[in-house]
């Protein structure tokens, strides 16, 4: 129950799925949380879920002053910060005939950039020790015909990772990735595609799956703890995988 006692943390994109699973089960295991996101209705409704004591601030990501404001925030509210969990992000189907430069800007900029400065700004009132997460995905794993775009920013993550673990290891701060594979949120539904193409895709998904399902958001956000906590105190520059098994296939 106290995995984070006195720990404080702050989650990119913790109004919804993943996010949000990780800010109750931190709040749960003793920390003091707090969460960004973007859109208004998201952040009333995760603080509510969330309650009182839970920042929530508004900030989107591919705006590097709202990156700062958010900062200084968490910085008033708690001093330092113990656990940045970087796991903002967007997935769209990207097909290379139709791929437009808005939409790879936005996913560049959300996912890559968005995670790159995140860290960059959070750096002066990071603990030492700290521990920072950053979630990937098998998408940037394993071919992804229709999301190459969003594979390659995820891809680009890992990279990231790998790299920043060695310039920030002297330092005490550890940064680590999730991997997770197909996870039951809403960011299915916000791929933009047709009812029906969505539940054939979904099933698809199910169908391809070892174990025959989506993981939770909940098994996700239990991995992250690991990370987050202090039982991950020797592991820096690694990414764990939770796909039931998908990208074995
Ligand atoms: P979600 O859509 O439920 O949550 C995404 C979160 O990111 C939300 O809180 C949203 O407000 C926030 N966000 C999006 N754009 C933002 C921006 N510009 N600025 C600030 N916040 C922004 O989806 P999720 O599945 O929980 O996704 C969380 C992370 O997990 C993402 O990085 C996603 O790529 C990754 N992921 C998800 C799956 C999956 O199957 N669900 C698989 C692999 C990786």
Same mark, same amino acid.
């Given at each position: 129950?106290?995995k984070l &006692?006195?720990?404080?943390? #702050?989650?990119?994109?913790g109004t %919804? ?10 709040l ?20 509510q879920?969330?309650g009182p ?8 990501v591919?705006? #590097? ?6 900062i200084? $925030?968490? $910085? ?5 910060l113990?656990?940045l ?9 990207s ?5 437009t430069?808005?939409?790879y800007?936005e996913?560049? @900029?959300?996912? #890559? ?12 009132i990071l603990?030492?020790?700290a ?5 990937t995905?098998?998408?940037g794993?394993?071919?992804?015909p229709?999301?190459? #775009?969003?594979g390659?920013?995820?891809?680009a993550?890992?990279?990231l990772?790998? %790299? ?5 290891? @002297?330092?005490?701060i550890?940064i680590?990735?999730?991997c997770?594979?197909p996870?039951?949120?809403?960011i ?5 595609l047709?009812?029906?193409?969505? &539940?054939? &895709?979904k099933?698809?998904?199910?169908v391809? %799956?070892?174990?025959?399902r989506?993981g ?11 990370l ?11 990414e764990?995988v ?8």
């Amino acid at each position: 129950m106290d995995k984070l &006692k006195g720990k404080t943390v #702050l989650i990119t994109g913790g109004t %919804s799925g993943i996010g949000l699973a990780s800010a109750k089960l931190f709040l749960n295991e003793g920390a003091r949380v707090a969460i960004t996101g973007r859109d208004p209705e998201g952040l009333a409704a995760a603080q509510q879920a969330l309650g009182p004591d839970a920042l929530v601030i508004r900030s989107d990501v591919r705006d #590097l002053d709202a990156i700062d404001a958010a900062i200084l $925030q968490v $910085q008033e509210r708690f001093d330092r910060l113990d656990v940045l969990f970087v796991n903002a992000g967007v997935a769209k189907a990207s097909p290379l005939a139709t791929v437009t430069e808005s939409h790879y800007d936005e996913l560049a @900029e959300i996912n #890559l950039k968005g995670a790159f400065f995140t860290i960059q700004k959070a750096l002066p009132i990071l603990s030492r020790p700290a521990s920072i997460i950053v979630t990937t995905s098998i998408s940037g794993r394993i071919a992804t015909p229709h999301f190459s #775009l969003y594979g390659a920013t995820k891809a680009a993550l890992s990279s990231l990772v790998k %790299s920043l673990s060695l310039v920030l290891a @002297e330092s005490g701060i550890r940064i680590n990735a999730i991997c997770p594979g197909p996870v039951a949120t809403p960011i299915f539904d916000r791929f933009g595609l047709p009812e029906d193409m969505l &539940k054939a &895709k979904k099933q698809e998904i199910e169908v391809k %799956s070892p174990m025959k399902r989506f993981g939770s958001p909940d098994e996700i956000a239990r991995i992250a703890l690991v990370l987050a906590s202090d039982d991950s105190s020797y592991m820096t520059g690694e990414e764990i995988v939770v796909d039931g098994g998908m990208s074995l296939t």
